[in-house]
C-alpha cells in the first residue's frame, strides 16, 4: 500500500510538471483571438490559454463571485460581461474587491464604458457551486463558482462555455483603482516529491522493521529450544 501511494504520489507530481510546461508555454505564445479560438479548438488543452476578445461591458448584469483572497487579503471577485461583435457575451472575472463591495453593479470598480479590448486567460465554467436565489424573482448576484450555464440562464443574450480571467485591457482601469486583476498561479512542482519519500520510507520502515521482528522470533525460539 504505501508503494502503491508513493507512485502514486510520483504520478501526480509528473502531472503537475506537466500542466506546469503546458502553461509557461501558452505565457509564451501570442494571445488567441478568443472567437476563433472555440470555434477551431486550436492545438493542445484550452485551459489558461491566452486570449484576446473586444467589446462592450454590461454592468448592469455583472455578478459577485464570493469568497476570494488577494495576498491573503478576504475578498469577492467581479464578474462582467463582456458583448462581443456578434451579440454573444464571455463573462470575464474582472479581479478582486475588497468583502464590503458585495452589492453589484459595483460603482467604485465600474469598467471602461465603450468599447473595449481585454487579455487574459481561458477558463472553463465550474458548476456545483451555489448562488443567491434573488428576492421576489429577481436575478441572482452572488456566486460561489463560476457557473456559466447558471448565470448565463438570466442574461438576454447567449453566453460561451468558458470565461476569461483577466490580466489586461484597453482602456485600462485607473491606476490604482478596483478591481484588481488576479496575478498569473505560482508554477511550483507541488509537495508531491516529498510524500512520495515519505510513503516510500513508510515502505521501507515496515519491511525492514517485519525483517528485524522475524529475526528476532527465530532467535528466541532457538534460546528457548536450547541445545540439542
Known amino acids: ?120 486567460f481561458l477558463a472553463p465554467s465550474e458548476p456545483g457551486g451555489s448562488h443567491d436565489a434573488g428576492v421576489n424573482g429577481a436575478a441572482a448576484s452572488t456566486y460561489t463558482t463560476v457557473d456559466l450555464r447558471s448565470i448565463g440562464a438570466q442574461l438576454p443574450y447567449d453566453v460561451l462555455p468558458w470565461y476569461v480571467k483577466l490580466q489586461t485591457q484597453t482602456p485600462a482601469q485607473p491606476e490604482g483603482g478596483l478591481p484588481i486583476p488576479e496575478p498569473p498561479p505560482e508554477l511550483t512542482n507541488g509537495p508531491h516529491l516529498g510524500y512520495a519519500i515519505q510513503w516510500f520510507s513508510f515502505a521501507t520502515i515496515a519491511i525492514v522493521g517485519w525483517t528485524l521482528l522475524v529475526r528476532r522470533e527465530v532467535l528466541d525460539r532457538r534460546r528457548t529450544a536450547g541445545p540439542h
Open 1 to 120: 500500500m504505501c508503494i502503491r501511494l508513493g507512485f502514486w504520489q510520483l504520478d501526480r507530481l509528473e502531472g503537475r510538471r506537466y500542466y506546469n510546461d503546458l502553461f509557461r508555454r501558452g505565457m509564451q505564445a501570442e494571445p488567441m483571438d478568443l472567437e476563433r479560438l472555440l470555434s477551431t479548438g486550436g492545438d493542445g488543452p484550452l485551459f489558461d490559454r491566452r486570449v484576446v476578445a473586444e467589446g462592450r461591458y454590461d454592468q448592469a448584469h455583472e455578478v459577485i463571485l464570493y469568497g476570494r483572497t488577494l495576498n491573503d487579503r478576504p475578498g469577492n471577485d467581479v464578474l462582467t460581461p463582456l458583448i462581443l461583435a456578434d451579440g454573444r457575451a464571455v463573462i470575464v472575472d474582472r479581479g478582486w474587491v475588497p468583502f464590503e463591495m458585495d452589492d453589484p453593479p459595483l460603482t467604485d470598480a465600474a469598467p471602461p464604458t465603450g468599447g473595449v479590448r481585454v487579455e487574459g
